[in-house]
């Protein structure tokens, strides 16, 4: 029996869509930031604290252009999507994963998966 603390889950038919939406190069990324989720929300985590669009570049080595032009691209294809609110009285985005395509934990927070296309269900 195996046994692991650290899982990702990830759907085959979104990943399939994630191939064929995404170059080898942009999909080795995405399955990259499939490991950095975690929370009710799917945020996009660095270590303890939720990953910037800096230190998130920074992670997936992109130059700042590219990484504008691949987030973009993301979120027109219901991958990422971008949560605004407050910490500590400052402003703040967090970058959310979605579900559909890879998850560390079984339940969410319904604002979570509204947010998001069931990109299994997308052609």
Request: some cysteine; charged content about 30%; proline content about 2%.
């Amino acid at each position: 029996i195996m046994n692991s603390e650290e899982y990702v889950i990830i759907d085959s038919k979104a990943l399939a869509y994630i191939q064929e939406n995404f170059s080898p190069t942009d999909l080795g990324r995405i399955m990259k930031m499939t490991d950095m989720t975690y929370g009710e929300y799917n945020v996009l985590y660095n270590g303890q604290t939720p990953h910037t669009s800096t230190t998130l570049m920074e992670e997936l080595e992109y130059s700042r252009n590219k990484f504008s032009n691949f987030m973009k691209r993301l979120l027109r294809k219901s991958i990422i999507y971008y949560m605004e609110g407050y910490v500590d009285d400052k402003k703040c985005k967090h970058i959310m994963l979605n579900p559909h395509l890879a998850r560390k934990r079984k339940t969410f927070n319904k604002q979570c998966v509204t947010v998001f296309e069931d990109i299994k269900l997308l052609k």
